[in-house]
């Protein structure tokens, strides 16, 4: 398939919906935009039940919750011991992993309704992490931003298996198979890695064009979803790695199928919600193919 950008510039201002763009088969409808106070946020994680977005306020070292549907802020928790708070994940019983990229830790905890109580924290092996990953296989997977490593801990905190030479490496995302997508930034490349984190798979140079790839998403039947950070754009991959589809102009910018260095994304059924980081907000969209 051929892949495609187009701006369409249809406002549909009376119903407060504007279609922005699409990718052949893609069409991204811009639905809303956070109006509470964010500073530099990075990236999102739904919760369980899909009711609210947990977002990684790098700026005031929050986890920030909003309600997924208004966008309106509901909670925030941890500020006061976490610093440059930078990717969330949840395990199946509902801890979240935060990593906590200043303190060079990967911190764990307990939610009680929208708080969360500080449980622990690991990191040996790992500095900056700015990835977690909880694993169905039971590891967690995290990405040293500062080590240029990727390191997968068990449950204990004990390291299980490492992978290096990266260059600032950020999300890590599950595949249906159980295999992972690594956003390596500083490569300016995504790479699907084993359980064990052999390199499988790399996608990097044209037609993707990254530049500084930062979080990513993974869709049920495998599509993934990349922000690109310094081309200020969405980036849209078959699960065979062939590019589908772009959202954004490849300028920084504010307002619909516009962004400024967008970092986080995720998604659920047919809505996407992303961190445009440098517009200080967290947006979302609806999404048809």
Known sequence: MRYGVWLLATAIWLTGLATAWAGDDWVFTFERASETALSNPHDVRLSMDGRHLFVADVGSGNVVVLDADTLAQVGAF???????????????????????????????????????????????????????????????????????????YRDDGRVAYELRGLSAP??????????????????????????????????????????????????????????????????VMSPGGELLAVLGTGDAGRGPGLFRTPEGVDSRADTLWIADSGNDRVVRYRFSR
């Open 170 to 235: 950020h999300d890590l995302e599950l595949a249906p198979d159980g295999r992972l997508w690594l956003a390596d930034a500083g490569n300016d490349r995504i790479l699907l890695l084993s359980e064990r984190l052999e390199v499988l798979r790399e996608l990097h140079g044209s037609p993707y064009d990254f530049d500084g790839v930062r979080y990513l998403d993974v869709l049920t039947d495998g599509t993934l979803i990349a922000a690109d950070k310094y081309t200020h754009s969405i980036k």
């Open 78 to 152: 941890g500020g006061d011991i976490l610093a440059g708070t930078h990717d969330i994940d949840l395990d199946a019983t509902g801890r979240l992993f935060v990593a906590d990229t200043h303190n060079g830790r990967i911190a764990v905890f307990r939610m009680r309704g929208l708080q969360g109580d500080f449980e622990r924290a690991f990191g040996d092996r790992l500095a900056g992490p700015e990835g977690v990953l909880v694993h169905p296989n039971g590891l967690v997977y995290a990405a040293g931003a500062w080590s240029n490593n990727v390191v997968a």
